[in-house]
């Protein structure tokens, strides 16, 4: 995938939707104030992750895979390959900035397949994301753009994604490849992630 292009979101969603009513995220439906509270959560995780200063180092990740490059190498020992895929992501992605901005937008598009949102032709609506404010301002701009009113969920959802797009594009933060990366890692993850919700 080239850096940062966007897949097709409703796919993505269709995706990430299923996962999550396979680990159990969907067996009591509740209110999008609640998913939107848990994408907010995922907002706030990077914030904590920015503090820390806990980047991705995504050329460690991908040397210590290096071996596992061939499909049919993954298919044909998915246990070893699945521990070492794992241990890697844990070591070099897992609680980064970059790790929860793609939380942040799984979140979003899990609700928007939920809710059967089609997020193609939405007018976007986004705050003033730019480097002259701190990390947190951003962030807010993201919380204050999904938590608007004047918005239906199809705008929320878009406008949030293309959000966290530009403060990712705007840390240099291949935000498509720790989505699809994240993908990967929820699908051998227990059941509602070893949380209550």
Known sequence: MNKNKRPDLNLLAMLIHTN???????????????????????????VEADRKGSNAEKE????????????????????????????????????????????TV??????????????YNVSVVVGCINNSQAFTENVWQVIHTITRGDLTAEQRI????????????????????HVLLKMEYNTGRPYKHNKKY
């Open 20 to 46: 999550a009513v396979r680990h159990g995220w969907w067996e009591n439906r509740l209110s999008d104030y609640h998913y939107l509270t848990l994408v907010i959560s995922e907002l706030a995780e990077a």
């Open 60 to 103: 460690s990740f991908e040397i210590t895979l290096a071996d596992w490059q061939n499909e049919a190498d993954r298919e044909a020992d998915p246990e070893q390959w699945r521990y070492e895929f794992n241990a890697a992501f844990n070591s070099y992605i897992k609680d980064t900035v970059a790790d929860e901005l793609a939380d």
């Open 106 to 119: 799984i979140r979003l598009l899990d609700l928007a397949e939920a809710r059967k949102c089609r997020l």
């Open 158 to 177: 878009v406008s949030g994604i293309v959000s966290v797009e530009l403060l990712a594009a705007l840390y240099d933060i291949d935000l498509w490849w």
